[in-house]
């Protein structure tokens, strides 16, 4: 099964050039013009009302302009976060600031690409985004401990059969402590797993998320049962 990305971009030439470049890559394209078409096609069974393509869900990637009428591409990532679509996002953009490519980053894009790029490069970010999602097309499994369930498909938890409400950071570094049970993680290589190389801030955000996710997972966030602390090295899953 070929790996659907959806392409958000308003300049025609520009669009159709990178729904072909990425075609004769082996991907499955759907592309659209601007942000409320995007929105509306990543919607489960969504439909983009312009530009090319076969609509279905769900997408393995958003190739995403920022620059597009109407609702802007910074406007796009904050609404699928805000509810919980946690899609890999790769921006495209010709602002080229470390400003505008942190914020980028900040409101829920995971790589920043700026324009104008080679096609070779815009097709390896692409497979590294998915690579690092697990979205290649393949079916992707239920991670399960104890009365944990993480559905990666559907980029949803349950405790006890009842959702779990996790921001995209929550969720991220719970997927990838279920996907490495029992393996200790320093906050060093959270960071660069789930926050990526380039970030900037303080370590204590992991603690300071891992927290969050205690009181959200555990029956006693005090004395977790899950997310074990392993003094002098970080954390472990289990």
């Known amino acids: 099964m070929r790996a659907r990305l959806l392409v958000v971009e308003d300049d025609e030439t520009i669009r159709e050039t990178l729904q072909e470049a990425l075609e004769l890559e082996g991907f499955s394209v759907t592309a659209c013009a601007n942000g409320r078409d995007a929105l509306n096609a990543l919607q489960p069974g969504g439909k983009p009302q312009s530009g090319r393509g076969e609509p279905a869900a769900p997408y393995a990637l958003v190739v995403l302009d920022l620059m597009l009428p109407g609702l802007g ?26 400003t505008d490519r942190v914020l980028g ?19 390896a970010r692409c497979r590294a985004l998915l690579r690092r999602s697990g979205s290649q097309g393949t079916v992707e499994k239920v991670l399960e401990h104890a009365n944990l ?52 801030g303080d370590s204590k955000t992991v603690d300071v998320h891992i927290r969050w996710l205690r009181e959200k997972l555990e029956e006693e966030p005090s004395s977790p049962q899950h997310l074990v602390t392993v003094r002098g090295f970080g954390y472990r899953f289990g």
């Open 105 to 123: 980053l900040e409101v829920g894009a995971d790589d920043y690409l700026v324009k104008p790029f080679g096609m070779r490069e815009l097709v």
């Open 149 to 200: 369930k993480l559905y990666q498909d559907e980029c949803r938890v349950t405790r006890d059969g009842l959702p779990v409400n996790l921001s995209p950071k929550e969720y991220r570094l719970l997927e990838l402590f279920m996907q490495h049970p029992r393996r200790v993680w320093s906050r060093d290589k959270l960071l660069e797993h789930v926050w990526g190389v380039d970030y900037f």
């Open 73 to 98: 591409g910074l406007d796009v990532c904050r609404a699928l976060r805000a509810a919980s679509n946690f899609t890999p996002i790769l921006v495209v953009s010709a602002r080229d600031s470390e």
